[in-house]
């Protein structure tokens, strides 16, 4: 099966769900595209380690600017603000892109800060 994978982190070995959940249905043979976020150097590091796990990723940095800039906007829209924190315009499109190709069987979107997209 072919499972996108919408989550505003990166999941390593502290956010163990996530992490634990793309392990397990790797071993179970389905082929994973995950889209995240980073904030840190260390998040973006722990990148490498899920890409070597064998996951595709679609992974775009998420800075301090966007966030405030995103908890503006929940402000002026009213919008709870951990519905608007992880929103990045350039994943968005990276993900309309991979839904308007076709090749997703299923897409899991986890945490409120992922309702967004």
Known sequence: MNILYVVPYVPNRIRVRSFQ???????????????????????????DALRADGLRLLAFP??????????????VRTLPLQARYSWQPTLAAALAQELAAGAVDVVHVEHLRGSEY
């Open 21 to 47: 959940l793309l392990n397990s249905m790797l071993r179970r043979g389905h082929q994973v595209t995950l889209a995240t976020l980073w904030e840190s150097d260390a998040e973006h590091a722990d990148l």
């Open 62 to 75: 998420l800075t301090r600017g966007r966030v405030w800039r995103n908890l503006l906007d929940a402000g």
